[in-house]
């Protein structure tokens, strides 16, 4: 281990940088942390289409292969 993880001013000097908040003094910043945060939402879910799309073809292919029953 470190010195600075024995003695805990690394982790203080870090808490110190996360805990700064400020608050929200206009519309437009307030508008530009939603935008940030609504990109990285959309970003986690980049090529979803391409899976969904995928899933719907094997969901129809699974169905196709069921047996029918003749009445």
Do not use: W
């Amino acid at each position: 281990m470190s010195e600075e993880l024995i003695n805990g001013t690394e982790s203080t000097e870090s808490n110190h940088q996360e805990n700064t908040f400020e608050p929200i003094r206009s519309q437009e910043d307030l508008d530009k942390i939603i935008g940030a945060r609504v990109a990285r939402e959309r970003k986690k879910y980049e090529g979803f289409e391409v899976y969904k799309e995928k899933a719907e073809k094997y969901d129809a292919f699974e169905e196709s292969q069921r047996p029918r029953c003749k009445s």
